[in-house]
């Protein structure tokens, strides 16, 4: 299956227009980034893909742009969910779809905010920073958790547990249904062979950050709400074939365990390597 990839789209700050979908493609995957507002976003996505698409599935996965309109997250959502499934684009919150033949294997992907734990550098410096992010953060101020109520770090970090334990009790879901029948899956619709894909806003990795961001000498608390460490998800049983993110200055790719780690952002700098025709194979 051929994925035509892309993120951080950014069209509020200038004009994006999609050139000519690739050759060959089965599904459209969007990790973020493309406008303040989430329902903004959709109905973008919408437009811009129309006459490219040709009724490929569409997946778009929220990045912390889409909630700087401030509008509450909960609500943001609850309002783009069934905008998009009447657009036909599955937007994807610690939720799945199944691409494929419904008879033959199939490709589940997974997608999850994945907002950052702030852990990377160990549990021992998480509160501090929280802490360093309360002040400086760029979604600080700007997105909301209830009318008026800011989202702070702290609420990142819960929505961050939230998504990772999603993201790896369906990835077991999904190998075990491989078997047979699992009571109460996480993923239904499972069949013999099927595989995942993880697709997230946030890198689950350092490695997916360029040398200056991992390790930042000047800042060295920059990068605990840039990244999250589960290279443990992808080196362990059930890792995804593939997981495809955002919110890096340029691409990506490469392999960590057993998982393809891909990233497509188009960041605005002519030396990121984006590629707007960029397509994977899982």
């Keep these: 299956m051929r994925l035509w990839i892309m993120s951080d789209l950014r069209v509020d700050l200038a004009p994006f227009d999609l050139p000519d979908a690739p050759p060959d493609f089965d599904a459209v995957i969007v990790a973020g980034g493309i406008c303040p507002g989430l329902c903004r976003s959709v109905r973008w996505l919408a437009q811009a893909l129309d006459g490219h698409r040709r009724g490929r599935p569409v997946v778009l996965v929220p990045g912390p742009a889409e909630f700087l309109d401030g509008v509450p997250v909960a609500e943001a959502l609850a309002e783009a969910v069934p905008l998009a499934r009447t657009l036909g684009i599955a937007l994807l919150h610690d939720a799945s779809v199944r691409l494929g033949d419904p008879t033959s294997c ?95 806003a946030y890198p689950p990795s350092r490695s997916c950050l360029p040398p200056a961001l991992a390790r930042p000498l000047l800042d060295p608390w920059r990068v605990c709400w840039h990244v999250s460490d589960l290279d443990g998800v992808m080196e362990s049983w059930g890792a995804p074939v593939a997981w495809v993110h955002g919110q890096v200055p340029a691409t990506c790719d490469l392999r960590i365990g057993r998982t393809r780690v891909v990233s497509n952002s188009f960041a605005r700098d002519p030396t990121a390597g984006f590629d707007p025709c960029r397509t994977i194979v899982v």
């Excluded at 929280?130 to 400086?136: F, G, K, M, P, W």
Aim: net charge positive; with cysteine.
């Design 106 to 200: 199939g490709v589940h992907v997974l997608g999850a905010t994945l907002w950052p734990s702030f852990a990377v550098d160990g549990a021992a410096n998480e509160r501090q920073a929280r802490a360093h992010a309360r002040h400086c953060w760029s979604v600080r101020g700007r997105a909301t958790s209830a009318p008026g109520v800011p989202f702070f770090p702290h609420d990142a970090a819960g929505g961050h547990h939230r998504s990772r334990a999603y993201i790896e009790d369906a990835l077991s879901s999904v190998v075990a249904g491989g078997y047979g029948h699992v009571p109460d899956p996480v993923v239904a619709g499972i069949r013999g062979g099927d595989r995942a894909v993880v697709v997230t």
